[in-house]
C-alpha cells in the first residue's frame, strides 16, 4: 500500500488505545508502519528500483531485525529528552511491541497488492500476491482518516476503533472476492482450453472495487479483459499482447545486468523491439502496468541496445 495509508493504520491504531502504552507510542506506530519502506533508497542507486523493492526490508529477517533497531533508537531519543511529569514512562517492551505492530501489519497490507512481497528474503527470492487491493486505496484513506480526525476533535478513541473494524471488513470482504473471481476465471478458461491458465492474474483497478482486471498468459501472448461483479460479467480485450520472448534477441538481451535485475520482479514480462542505429533496442515491461497494447510505463521499464545488423 501506499505510505499515507500505511501513516493512517499507525495513527487509527494509536488513536485506538495503543498510544497509551508507552511515551512515543503513536510515534513508534506510525513510524513503523513505514519502516520497510526504508528501501526507496535504492532510488539514489543504479539498481533497477523494482528488483530489489519489496525484498529485504519486508522479508522475514527484516521483520525480525527492524523492530528492535528502531525501539533502540526511540529509546535514544528519549532518553536525550526527558519526560514530564504529564508524559508517559517509557516502557521499553511496549516500544517493542508497537514495533512489531507496525511492521508485521505493513508487510501485510503491502502483501494484499498485485505488485507483490518476497516474504522469505534472504533465504528466497520467491514473490507473493495478494491481487486483493490497489496500491492507493482512497477508501482505506477515507475510513481511517476519518476515524483519526473524530477521535482527536471529540477524544473519543471508540470512533478509530469502529473505523479500524471498517477497514478489516473491507479487506476481508475484497479477499473473498478476489478468490471467487480467480476461480472463477480460472474454471472458464480451462472449460474454453482444456487446461489451465500458465499464469492468471484478477487484480483490483483503482477506485471501482466491483471491476477486477484480467491478465492471462497464454503462452506466447497475453490475453486481457475486465471482471465485473454487477453486472456480473467477464469481458475479454479484442486485441491479444504478443510476448516477443521468442526472439533471438531477446535471448541475447535477457543477459544486460538491468535486466536480469527487472526480471527478479517481472511477473508478466512482455518485449518491444525496436531498431536503433548499429543495433536494436530491447526494452521489457510488465503487464501489470502497462500504458496501452504493446507500451509499459516507463517506470516500469528496463532498456538494452543489443548490437548487430
Known amino acids: 500500500m501506499d ?13 485506538a488505545g495503543l498510544k497509551r502504552r508507552t511515551r512515543f507510542g503513536s510515534l513508534t506506530l506510525m513510524i513503523a508502519s513505514n519502516l520497510p519502506d526504508i528501501d526507496v533508497l535504492v532510488f539514489a542507486t543504479g539498481t533497477p528500483s523494482v528488483a530489489f523493492r519489496r525484498g529485504w526490508t519486508h522479508g522475514i529477517l527484516a521483520d525480525a531485525l527492524l523492530p528492535p533497531l528502531l525501539t533502540g533508537v526511540v529509546l535514544f531519543v528519549a532518553s536525550r529528552r526527558p519526560a514530564t511529569s504529564r508524559e508517559l514512562p517509557i516502557r521499553p517492551m511496549q516500544l517493542l511491541l ?14 494484499l497488492n498485485t505488485y507483490g512481497v518476497r516474504l522469505l528474503m534472504p533465504f528466497s527470492q520467491h514473490w507473493f500476491y495478494g491481487d486483493v487491493l490497489f496500491i492507493v486505496d482512497p477508501w482505506l484513506w477515507l475510513t481511517l482518516g476519518t476515524g483519526v480526525a473524530l477521535t482527536i476533535r471529540r477524544r473519543a478513541p471508540n470512533w478509530s476503533r469502529v473505523s479500524l473494524a471498517v477497514a478489516a471488513a473491507y479487506v476481508l470482504t475484497m479477499l473473498v472476492a478476489a478468490r471467487a473471481a480467480r476461480a472463477e476465471m480460472i474454471d472458464r478458461w480451462q472449460q474454453v482450453e482444456g487446461q489451465p491458465p500458465q499464469a492468471l492474474m484478477v487484480g483490483p483497478i483503482p477506485v471501482t472495487p466491483l471491476q477486477r482486471q ?3 498468459d497464454a503462452g506466447d501472448r497475453y490475453e486481457t479483459g475486465m471482471f465485473t461483479w454487477r453486472p456480473r460479467n467477464i469481458r475479454f480485450d479484442t486485441a491479444d499482447v504478443p510476448k516477443n520472448a521468442s526472439d533471438p ?26 531498431p536503433v542505429e548499429g543495433g536494436t533496442r530491447v526494452t521489457v515491461g510488465d503487464m ?5 497494447p504493446g507500451v509499459a510505463l516507463r517506470n516500469f521499464t528496463q532498456s538494452t541496445i543489443v548490437r548487430g545488423p
Open 98 to 111: 508497537l514495533s512489531y505492530v507496525g511492521v508485521i501489519l505493513h508487510v501485510l497490507m503491502d502483501l
Open 249 to 274: 534477441l531477446v535471448a541475447v538481451a535477457r543477459k544486460a545486468p538491468n535486466i536480469r535485475a527487472f526480471l527478479i520482479w517481472s511477473r508478466f514480462p512482455l518485449w518491444r523491439l525496436e
Open 3 to 15: 505510505n499515507l495509508c500505511h501513516t493512517l493504520v499507525g495513527a487509527a491504531l494509536g488513536e
Open 288 to 292: 501489470r502496468f502497462n500504458g496501452g
Open 214 to 216: 484480467i491478465i492471462i
